[in-house]
């Protein structure tokens, strides 16, 4: 079983403030994806990264995958608060056919 | 297209009553899942079903039983509630794709056990 290390835990900041999410594990991984949930909701995939190295970009978020396939980064660029929510990474198993899922990063943005 | 629907949104059991939540999905996935999440937690996975007629344990699935009825549904039992099981369910399915597994929730099923 893959471990998915996320940090922060918590994080609260202003509107128009730059922030980063981390994902770390020991393992590699053959891709990996992030998900939004927002309260009351489930997840929602925002990206998978495929490629070692690779950079995703979707409108103000950039997701980067390590060079190593054992990280990944989420940066939000000038937060909204249409942005708060839980940010979950998910390491998949194609094999077995699931995914692990990380803790989760749980995210407010303040107008 | 629904997507993944769940029944139901909220239920209050005592502790040693029964229930079965349920799971669809129209996307033609040949994988579900069951996963709780915990408050500030992420999703542990109870149980999955990588294909119709089969089922598999995931990291907690103790007080849990499965069934995949068929393609579309995958249901959930707790045969005996404990308030450790208090919790908010989520059914999931995922489809294959360009080398890795993408899944589409459900809205939840938020369970309190008295």
């Known amino acids: 079983t893959q471990l998915l290390e996320q940090s922060p835990q918590f994080l609260s900041i202003q509107e128009g403030e730059n922030l980063t999410v981390y994902c770390n594990s020991s393992?590699?991984?053959?891709?990996l994806q992030w998900y939004r949930q927002e309260p009351g909701e489930g997840p929602v995939l925002l990206v998978t990264v495929v490629t070692g190295g690779e950079v995703k970009k979707l409108k103000r978020l950039t997701f980067q995958f390590g060079d190593a396939r054992k990280d990944s980064s989420l940066h939000i660029t000038a937060a909204q608060p249409g942005d708060t929510g839980l940010y979950l990474c998910a390491a998949g198993d194609t094999n077995a056919g699931k995914s692990t899922f990380g803790d989760g990063t749980t995210l407010t943005v303040k107008p | 297209n629904a997507g993944v629907t769940q029944t139901p949104k909220f239920q209050v059991l005592k502790t040693g009553q029964s229930m079965t939540l349920q799971c669809a999905q129209d996307?033609?996935?040949?994988?579900m899942y069951w996963y709780r999440q915990d408050p500030g937690m992420g999703l542990r996975l109870i149980y999955y079903?990588?294909?119709?007629?089969?089922?598999d344990k995931g990291e907690v699935p103790n007080g849990y039983n499965v069934s995949r009825l068929n393609k579309r549904e995958f249901s959930l039992r707790l045969e005996s509630a404990a308030p450790s099981q208090t919790s908010v369910y989520f059914c999931?399915?995922?489809?294959?794709?360009?080398?890795?597994?993408?899944?589409?929730f459900g809205p939840g099923t938020r369970l309190t056990v008295l």
């Open positions: 999931a399915s995922s489809e294959f794709a360009s080398g890795s597994l993408t899944q589409y």
């Open positions: 393992s590699v991984f053959s891709s």
């Open positions: 079903s990588a294909s119709e007629g089969t089922t």
């Open positions: 996307m033609n996935h040949n994988s």
